[in-house]
């Protein structure tokens, strides 16, 4: 029988290009940052890609400097030298990821709050080809959200509130709720990694995204997964 295959997928982003007014038009998120797993359910990763967009990352320094982490440029260009990451064209990293997807034939592309990636890197290759291609996901291939997955087991669960009441992972609404983080998490399905900070570069959050995905597979409860509901 065929194993299905996931792709676990995971951006970072400049806050996008200034309006006329100056204001900056947070829809308009671009890509600079995109790394993505290839697992099976059990989350056994069995290929990893890291990119930087060259076209944001190289040739439009002033979107970089909006960069929400742009303080950790001195290492990515560590990690370029190193050969940890590629830098790429946009279509080239397109490219590459329609091409893993047929090769794994990909059961689901999936991400934590999977819109807002979703999002960016269509903002991207739309903003970058001036509207030639309009979109980074072919509608063949079915999108999930492992935070909607997430939210439909931990949220009510007594061990998961006890835990981020003890630790103070709590929200700040009038009545706070447990946080839904993948950092917060990610700590709550590893007990002896209490000290991991998120890295918020691409591949290292697909990374434990894609472990946060198999604990979900592991619990075999109901849930919701698919990012956009089908009509009809």
């Not at 890509?31 to 944001?56: A, H, M, P, Q």
């Not at 950092?183 to 990374?207: M, N, R, W």
Request: aromatic fraction near 14%; proline fraction near 3%.
């Amino acid at each position: 029988m065929q194993k299905n295959h996931y792709l676990v997928i995971d951006t970072e982003t400049v806050n996008g290009i200034k309006k006329e007014d100056n204001t900056v038009d947070l829809s308009q998120s671009l890509v600079y940052d995109v790394g993505w797993t290839i697992c099976d359910k059990k989350g056994n990763v069995l290929l990893t890609r890291s990119f930087i967009v060259r076209e944001i990352f190289t040739d439009y320094p002033d979107l970089m400097k909006s960069g929400y982490y742009a303080d950790k440029l001195t290492q990515y260009y560590a990690d370029i030298q190193e050969g940890k990451r590629q830098i790429e064209n946009i279509l080239t990293i397109w490219q590459y990821f329609l091409d893993d997807c047929r090769q794994w034939q990909i059961t689901a592309v999936m991400a934590y709050n999977a819109y807002f990636d979703y999002r960016a890197l269509s903002n991207t290759i739309r903003y970058v080809t001036k509207s030639k291609f309009r979109t980074f996901f072919p509608k063949r291939y079915e999108i999930w959200d492992i935070l909607k997955m997430t939210n439909s087991i931990l949220p009510k669960r007594k061990s998961y509130i006890s835990f981020c009441q003890e630790n103070g992972y709590l929200t700040k609404h009038k009545n706070p709720r447990p946080q839904m983080k993948a950092e917060t998490v990610y700590k709550y399905i590893k007990p002896h990694c209490q000290d991991f900070v998120e890295s918020h570069t691409g591949l290292e959050d697909a990374l434990i995204e894609t472990e946060i995905f198999a604990y979900c597979m592991r619990q075999h409860k109901k849930m919701n997964k698919a990012l956009f509901t089908q009509k009809g």
